[in-house]
């Protein structure tokens, strides 16, 4: 068992700078907790990260996961706070990008376990794509931001999400998502990301801001594109299609069709080298 006061090796990731601490973790052997998380994502005493990557095995998870057949990779994805999250579209752009880097894969599509089921990725020179699982819309709910309150869609991508409207990119600049929206703690008890969108009718895709539950606003968030592309579709009345979705991160493609949602874009890696972890307390 690896203990505090060891250096660990890590790499460092982005999706469209939501970005990533990597942790090798092949055997299962590294003990993380939440003020270890928070440490390694400081972005002023630690690495900085919107999140970790800890890639481990899936016989070796050491916790009960969805079925995931044929995926040799658990990608253990914990938030800045370290909080524990289900999926992460980018992180698992971005996982992927990893294990073909690192020689951990033998061709550029894989199967990757996450705590919400199996994730299908194949890796390119200029992107990473992942196939998720198709978002449910359900309802609408409603998110108060510095004082204004916004109706959303709510829908299910594995993670919770709700989708607001904004009626111009202006609004949408000068929204404060400096502190997390207030939400219907009945509708979501463990909060939700928030995805902030202007659709002007001249745009084939959406402009979107987001604040992440346990992180705060992120320049992307993958599962959050898929979530806007979903309520967008369904607002023109259109069960599948394609969305691109501009962050102030870069852009992503959105396609859904049949029982999946496909999410693409560039994963690059960074950085690596080692941390001791013993200075992030």
Not at 116 to 130: H, K, N, Q
Not at 255 to 260: D, H, I, V
Request: aromatic residues 4%.
């Amino acid at each position: 068992m690896v203990v505090t006061g060891q250096s660990w090796r890590f790499s460092k990731g982005h999706g469209t700078g939501n970005d990533f601490v990597i942790l090798p973790d092949p055997a299962g052997e590294l003990v993380l907790t939440p003020k270890l998380v928070a440490g390694l994502c400081d972005r002023r005493f630690g690495i900085g990260g919107d999140g970790v990557l800890r890639v481990v095995r899936t016989a070796a998870a050491g916790e009960p996961l969805p079925a995931a057949e044929g995926a040799e990779w658990f990608m253990d994805y914990r938030n800045a706070d370290g909080s524990l999250a289900e999926i992460c579209g980018n992180g698992a752009r971005v996982f992927a990008r990893y294990l073909v880097a690192a020689g951990l894969v033998e061709t550029p599509r894989m199967t990757l376990a996450t705590r919400a089921g199996a994730v299908a990725a194949e890796v390119t020179d200029e992107a990473v794509s992942v196939t998720l699982g198709l978002p449910t819309v359900n309802g609408e709910s409603r998110a108060r931001v510095g004082g204004r309150d916004l109706t959303g869609v709510v829908v299910d991508c594995g993670n919770p999400h709700l989708v607001c409207p904004v009626g111009s990119e202006r609004e949408l600049a000068a929204l404060d998502l400096s502190r997390p929206p207030e939400l219907d703690p009945q509708r979501f008890p463990h909060g939700a990301n928030v995805e902030f969108v202007t659709h002007p009718p001249e745009m084939t895709g959406v402009r979107m801001r987001v604040h992440e539950r346990g992180v705060g606003e992120t320049l992307s968030c993958g599962s959050g594109a898929c979530a806007a592309a979903a309520a967008v579709l369904r607002e023109a009345g259109r069960p599948h299609g394609e969305v691109t979705v501009d962050v102030p991160g870069g852009r992503l493609a959105v396609a859904l069709s049949g029982a999946s949602c496909v999410l693409t874009g560039p994963a690059v890696l960074v950085a690596q080298g080692s941390v001791d972890v013993s200075a992030l307390f």
